[in-house]
Each structure stands twice: as structure tokens, then as C-alpha cells.
């Protein structure tokens, strides 16, 4: 499966934005949809995963009650929508694809668990 993220920019601290992943190649009915972030000088983290086969979505504390990720498995996204941004989401976004599935409760998942990779989106947050 190829993925495509989108819908980065820059938005005023307070701001919101919608991103999001579409993807090609396979079913993305067969996928579990994560969404990871990386700021300058630091290791990528886990944002949070749709999980394929039950609906069950997972989302990191740091952005837990501002962000939430949705999925359209017939027009193949996933979104990620961000509210009440703050600088400190300043990041590049990357959305990433798996086979595997994940129950609740998994509030953060290693880049390794993810096979398929799209290319980032930078989000710009001003304070």
C-alpha cells in the first residue's frame, strides 16, 4: 500500500487543522492507520492509530481531547483533525500503514510497528 499525506501548514497557536492520509495500492480496509510526528531534532512519536476490523482508535496523551482520527475505508484516508494546536505540535506529520491491529489502550506504538510509510506534512504552529 503507497500512502500520501496532506494538509499541513502554518496556523496561529489556538488554530486547527485537518490532515490527511490516502492511500493506494490495497485495501485500506485491511490497515491499521497510524499518524506520527517528528519536530526538529527529535525521534518521531506516536500520535495516535486507527485500528482496521473494529473501529478502535488509540491516541497518544500528549494530544488526547484535541486531536481524534477518523477513516473512510471506501475513499481509502484517514484523518487526522487537530484542534487547540499549540507550538509544541510544530512537527512534521507522517501517516504510516500496518497489517497489524490494535485493541485500546495502546497509547503509544513504535515506528517499527508500522510497515508502509508516506511522506511527511509539515505543521507549523505560531505562537
Known amino acids: 500500500v503507497q500512502l500520501q499525506a496532506s494538509g499541513g501548514g502554518l496556523v496561529q497557536a489556538g488554530g486547527s487543522l485537518r490532515l490527511s492520509c490516502a492511500a493506494s495500492?490495497?485495501?485500506?480496509?485491511?490497515?491499521?492507520v497510524g499518524w506520527f510526528r517528528q519536530a526538529p531534532g527529535k525521534e518521531r512519536e506516536f500520535v495516535g492509530v486507527t485500528s482496521w476490523g473494529g473501529g478502535v482508535t488509540n491516541l497518544a496523551d500528549s494530544v488526547k481531547g484535541r486531536f481524534t482520527i477518523s477513516r473512510d475505508n471506501a475513499k481509502k484516508t484517514a484523518d487526522l483533525q487537530m484542534n487547540s494546536l499549540n507550538p509544541e505540535d510544530t512537527a512534521v506529520y507522517y501517516c504510516?500503514?500496518?497489517?497489524?491491529?490494535?485493541?485500546?489502550?495502546?497509547?503509544?506504538?513504535?515506528?517499527?510497528?508500522?510497515?508502509?510509510w508516506g511522506q511527511g506534512t509539515l505543521v507549523t504552529v505560531s505562537s
Open positions: 495500492g490495497g485495501p485500506l480496509s485491511l490497515y491499521s
Open positions: 504510516a500503514a500496518t497489517r497489524g491491529r490494535f485493541s485500546s489502550g495502546h497509547n503509544s506504538l513504535h515506528p517499527n510497528s508500522f510497515a508502509y
